[in-house]
């Protein structure tokens, strides 16, 4: 057993609590104690603020090679789209592997502990799957591990390149036969101690209702998680009421898709009566404020479905920047703006979308707090930067969330092991392994 005093700890509630002396043994967190005036005999201090490890819930790491690179253009989501296609079409399991091990790197120095990886380039290119058809996930799974985090491998069904319409180009690689070959494919994937596995329906344009049907109850036998996107932009909506006369909310309520396990991604354009079926089904809504600026996809309607019934988490989505701190703030900053009135959400609501939330939504209840028998994934702020020197113990929740960054994380545990110190991975050199992967993985 090692014992660690806490400075402040942040244990969910509305502010940091002083003096926590944590007890960790084996993977897990054996005892929390408040308090304590200092450190017991043989505790490590940990100065600052302790919280959970934050959770990323929503993730295609792939896309972290094209930060910097879309931002000069013109046009929309669907022009943006056009260039990722570009880079999908250019991976291969080794290319996917330094990639994804280089962007949970830069995550674990942001302070994120878990990840949700919405893995959807599946097979070579053409289409033609790999002599393992799994192995593009297995290159996810991989870098996820020498990383050093956890994650939640949420494999994408996949099968049309828009409603009724056949996969064309880098769209080949994302899809499977049918939907019984794409359940017969993630059938045989393995979690770990560290990973586990998760299913999602990329999106109503992807995946037609009757396979919608088939992954839902798929999912739900296994007792897995199911994500989709939902609602990311108008012409989404637009499409299925043409097609179905249904939203994709209502398309994916009537195949049963709507419980306690279901995570609508985005759901930027929902109508009222989907926000009472996702609040009545008590499903989650994953956020992703910086890539829905990033591709114009609008504001959310965060505090109505918070209203409605909806628990919420955050994801970095197309890692055009990780920092779930920037996340949690955006989505009370954009509610502003959208609504004219501040303090929709308290800070500790918005620390709880990037920690439990995000836990629960990838199926990890144990993870995202801290509390005994909790997994001991911890990450370690500091208060001593330009953007938070002379925070006192009573606002150091508020200044975290609302001015704090990914730069301010000193230390990060996972499982008990330190994988951040310093401001350090202690596994690999993050930036050169960001640089190597994402110079050798040019677009197409």
Same mark, same amino acid.
């Given at each position: ?67 910097? =690179? ?83 491998l949420i494999d994408a069904c996949y ?117 009472t079926r996702l609040g009545a089904a008590g499903s ?21 479905? =918070? ?138």
């Amino acid at each position: 057993m090692t014992a660690y005093w806490c400075d402040l700890a942040w244990l969910g509630g509305e502010a940091a609590e002083p003096g926590v002396l944590i007890e960790v043994e084996g993977d897990r967190i054996s005892s929390v104690r408040l308090g304590r005036p200092g450190p017991p005999p043989g505790a490590q201090t940990l100065p600052g603020l302790v919280l959970p490890g934050l959770v990323n819930a929503h993730s295609h790491a792939f896309q972290r090679a094209l930060r910097g =690179r879309t931002e000069n253009s013109a046009g929309t989501f669907w022009t943006w789209r056009d260039q990722m296609y570009a880079l999908a079409s250019s991976l291969d399991p080794e290319g996917c592997f330094a990639l994804a091990r280089a962007t949970f790197g830069e995550m674990a120095l942001a302070g994120i502990t878990l990840v949700g990886e919405f893995h959807y380039v599946h097979h070579g290119r053409g289409g033609v799957p790999y002599a393992d058809a799994n192995e593009m996930a297995r290159s996810v799974l991989a870098a996820a591990a020498e990383a050093g985090v956890r994650l939640t491998l949420i494999d994408a069904c996949y099968l049309e390149g828009g409603i009724g319409r056949p996969p064309e180009g880098a769209q080949r690689r994302f899809c499977d036969r049918d939907v019984e070959a794409w359940a017969s494919r993630v059938e045989v994937l393995r979690g770990s101690g560290t990973a586990r596995i998760a299913a999602a329906i990329h999106s109503l344009r992807a995946v037609p209702p009757a396979a919608v049907r088939v992954v839902a109850a798929w999912a739900a036998a296994k007792g897995l998680p199911l994500h989709a996107h939902v609602s990311e932009q108008p012409a989404e909506n637009e499409a299925c009421r043409a097609a179905y006369g249904r939203t994709p909310t209502q398309l994916l309520a009537e195949a049963g898709a709507l419980t306690g396990a279901f995570t609508a991604v985005h759901a930027t354009h929902l109508e009222p009566a989907d926000l009472t079926r996702l609040g009545a089904a008590g499903s989650t809504a994953c956020l992703c404020p910086t890539t829905e600026r990033d591709l114009a996809d609008g504001i959310g309607p965060t505090m109505a479905l =918070r209203d409605a019934g909806c628990r919420l988490s955050l994801g970095s989505d197309s890692n055009a920047f990780i920092d779930l701190f920037e996340e949690a703030r955006a989505v009370e900053l954009d509610e502003r703006l959208a609504s004219n009135r501040r303090g929709g959400h308290r800070p500790s609501a918005l620390l709880r979308a990037a920690t439990t939330g995000g836990a629960e939504s990838l199926g990890w209840p144990e993870a995202g707090r801290i509390a005994a028998g909790a997994l001991a994934d911890l990450a370690v702020v500091g208060l001593d930067s330009v953007r938070l020197a002379g925070t006192d113990a009573g606002h150091a929740l508020d200044a975290v969330t609302f001015a704090g960054a990914a730069a301010d994380v000193r230390a990060v545990m996972v499982g008990g092991r330190w994988i951040v110190r310093d401001g350090r991975h202690t596994g690999f050199d993050v930036p050169l392994a960001l640089a190597e992967a994402v110079a050798s993985r040019r677009p197409a």
